[in-house]
């Protein structure tokens, strides 16, 4: 006997691509099968082949796999763990990650990792090219985790922010920032800016603006947002949100 589909199902589909803005729903993503990983597959969501200046996805890692081997790929790459753990190391530093620990490996910096649990680990994954800034050094690896990140409050009005690699160093070409919202609330005015944006919900759901549309985003959807993609975001439901935001910071126009 079939599953029972009740009728609409097969045709519904909350997926969608635009010129500048893409929502993402994890039950369409596909995983890729990479060269240089083994029992690893990753679901990109974002690529320069979106027209996106950076690379985004989720990896999933199955126990034993990881990187086929150590590897400079020339790109800078941030890890954040959402389930299972993950061992990464940046050249010579290395840590044993669980949900909520992230890594960040510049440019030129050896980066390998290992899932040794006995569960299958995902992590949220992004990678660029850095763009130098003159006159500072690179920056350094930096390992973490959003549970001893200060939350910092936005005035009284139930938002919090957490700057999981900080917010004032120029070094730095990209923030990735926890954003949180308890019920109810928004953001003072409808954004518009230079920056592009790889948005992951990780708890809750709310109504997401991008250009002249509203979009119902739920636990575990992805947004891109490319530069200049008017948003806006309410939190919906009776528990609080947050979302992990990739934003591209820092540097002057090519
Ligand atoms: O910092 C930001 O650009 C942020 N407020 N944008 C967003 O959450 N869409
Ligand atoms: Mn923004």
Same mark, same amino acid.
Do not use: E, F, I, K
């Given at each position: 006997m079939p599953a029972f589909v009740p009728p609409g199902v097969i045709g519904h589909n909350r997926s969608l691509f635009a010129r500048n803005y893409a929502i993402l729903p994890p039950d369409g993503m596909f995983p890729s099968l990479l060269p $240089? #990983?083994?029992?690893a597959q990753v679901y990109y969501q /974002? +690529? %320069? #082949? *979106? &027209? /996106?200046?950076f690379a985004q996805g989720t990896l999933e890692v199955f %126990? &034993? $796999? &990881? +990187?086929a081997a150590p590897r400079d790929d020339g790109y800078e790459h941030f890890l954040y763990v959402q389930s299972g753990t993950l061992e990464i190391a940046a050249g010579r530093e290395s840590a044993s990650l669980a949900p909520g620990g992230f890594a960040y490996v510049p440019a030129g910096t050896v980066l390998s990792f290992v899932n040794k649990g006995a569960e299958a680990s995902r992590s949220i994954w992004i990678k660029r090219r850095y763009v130098p800034a003159p006159g500072q050094d690179a920056p350094a690896p930096r390992f973490g985790s959003r549970d001893t990140t200060p939350r910092t409050t936005v005035d009284d009005s139930g938002r919090w922010r957490q700057y999981l690699l900080g917010t /004032?160093?120029?070094? *730095?070409d990209f923030e990735m920032n926890v954003m949180g919202f308890a019920p109810g609330t928004h953001f003072h005015c409808v954004e518009t800016h230079i920056f592009e944006h790889g948005l992951v919900m990780l708890e809750g759901q709310g109504l997401q603006l991008l250009d002249r549309d509203w979009h119902e985003l739920w636990t575990g959807d992805f947004v891109w947002m490319g530069s200049f993609v008017p948003q806006q975001f309410y939190c919906t439901g009776w528990e609080g949100a947050a979302y992990l935001l990739y934003k591209d910071v820092n540097r002057d126009v090519e």
């Open positions: $240089g #990983l083994r029992n /974002a +690529t %320069p #082949l *979106m &027209g /996106a200046r %126990p &034993g $796999g &990881g +990187t /004032a160093d120029v070094s *730095m």
